[in-house]
């Protein structure tokens, strides 16, 4: 995983026939073209558009992605977004500015690594989780982090029975 910083795609959206697509301009990219390699940089630029009902990627040839796909990329979008609202949450206290569970540092990096692959997601709450227990004079915070990691994971839930129902037709 690269520290590079992660930039959104060179975008626009077009409104067409009642219908919102976001065009992808992946000519100029260095990338290899391909969701998976662009999936980072693809969330982030669906972060100011919402009610997309597809997605372009226009290279030389276009392919356009509509459905369930554009859905489960939109809930990625949006618990990431959840995790960019945490992360502002105030630190008030002198203590917290040394803390590894600081929202402002801690959400970021937990959203870098989710967009990055929305799969670990599971894992980082577990291992954040763990470390949340292990804040016993920190009452305050380890409430308001437990309480945005029991958010985070419901909508993991959520996204994960989307994946399973659109991607294999598996009700879970």
């Given at each position: 995983?690269?520290?590079?910083?992660?930039?959104?795609?060179?975008?626009?959206?077009?409104?067409?026939?009642?219908?919102?697509?976001?065009?992808?301009?992946?000519?100029?990219?260095?990338?290899e073209h391909s969701l998976s390699d662009c999936l980072p940089s693809l969330i982030l630029s669906l972060e100011d558009e919402y009610?997309?009902?597809?997605?372009?990627?226009?290279?030389?040839?276009?392919?356009?992605?509509?459905?369930?796909?554009?859905?489960?990329?939109?809930?990625?979008r949006d618990i990431a977004g959840e995790m960019e609202t945490f992360s502002s949450r105030g630190e008030d206290e002198k203590k917290?500015?040394?803390?590894?569970?600081?929202?402002?540092?801690?959400?970021?990096?937990?959203?870098?690594?989710?967009?990055?692959?929305?799969?670990?997601?599971?894992?980082?709450?577990?291992?954040?989780?763990?470390?949340?227990?292990?804040?016993?004079?920190?009452?305050?915070?380890?409430?308001?982090?437990?309480?945005?990691?029991?958010?985070?994971?419901?909508?993991?839930?959520?996204?994960?029975?989307?994946?399973?129902?659109?991607?294999?037709?598996?009700?879970?």
């Amino acid at each position: 995983m690269s520290e590079k910083e992660l930039v959104s795609c060179d975008h626009k959206t077009v409104e067409s026939s009642g219908t919102r697509k976001l065009v992808v301009n992946c000519k100029r990219c260095e990338k290899e073209h391909s969701l998976s390699d662009c999936l980072p940089s693809l969330i982030l630029s669906l972060e100011d558009e919402y009610n997309i009902d597809s997605i372009i990627v226009s290279d030389f040839l276009e392919e356009q992605y509509i459905g369930s796909g554009v859905k489960i990329l939109s809930q990625i979008r949006d618990i990431a977004g959840e995790m960019e609202t945490f992360s502002s949450r105030g630190e008030d206290e002198k203590k917290c500015m040394e803390c590894e569970l600081k929202p402002s540092i801690l959400y970021p990096r937990l959203k870098r690594k989710f967009i990055q692959d929305p799969g670990i997601i599971y894992e980082m709450i577990g291992n954040i989780s763990v470390k949340v227990e292990r804040k016993e004079n920190c009452h305050r915070c380890r409430r308001s982090l437990v309480e945005e990691l029991e958010i985070l994971g419901n909508r993991a839930i959520s996204l994960r029975s989307e994946v399973l129902k659109e991607g294999f037709d598996i009700i879970g």
